[in-house]
C-alpha cells in the first residue's frame, strides 16, 4: 500500500507489526553535513584553544590538564630558584 499524500514515504502494512520504509529527502543533506562539520570544527577549536592557553598542546588521554599546567609551572620556579642558589 502506498501513502498517496507524500510521494517519498512508502508505507508496507503488516499483521504483526507494521514496518516502514521511508527514503530521505536530498534536501536534508546539507543539515547534515553542517552539523557534521561543526563537530569537528569544535574538536580542532578545542586543541588549538588549549595549545593558545598553555603554550603546548594538549595530552590525549587526560581529563584535566590543570593539574599537569600546575606542575610544570611548579618546577619551572624550583629550577629557577636551584640556579639562584647555586
Given at each position: 500500500?502506498?501513502?498517496?499524500?507524500?510521494?517519498?514515504?512508502?508505507?508496507?502494512?503488516?499483521?504483526?507489526?507494521?514496518?516502514?520504509?521511508?527514503?530521505?529527502?536530498?534536501?536534508?543533506?546539507?543539515?547534515?553535513?553542517?552539523?557534521?562539520?561543526m563537530?569537528?570544527?569544535?574538536?580542532?577549536?578545542?586543541?588549538?584553544?588549549?595549545?593558545?592557553?598553555?603554550?603546548?598542546?594538549?595530552e590525549l588521554?587526560?581529563?584535566?590538564?590543570?593539574?599537569?599546567?600546575?606542575?610544570?609551572?611548579?618546577?619551572?620556579?624550583?629550577?629557577?630558584?636551584?640556579?639562584?642558589?647555586k
Open positions: 500500500i502506498t501513502n498517496r499524500r507524500t510521494p517519498s514515504t512508502t508505507v508496507f502494512v503488516s499483521f504483526y507489526r507494521p514496518k516502514r520504509a521511508i527514503e530521505m529527502p536530498w534536501q536534508s543533506l546539507a543539515p547534515l553535513v553542517v552539523v557534521a562539520t563537530f569537528n570544527v569544535a574538536a580542532g577549536l578545542v586543541g588549538g584553544i588549549h595549545y593558545v592557553a598553555y603554550g603546548k598542546s594538549k588521554g587526560l581529563p584535566d590538564n590543570e593539574f599537569n599546567y600546575r606542575m610544570d609551572k611548579r618546577d619551572q620556579y624550583l629550577k629557577q630558584l636551584a640556579k639562584n642558589v
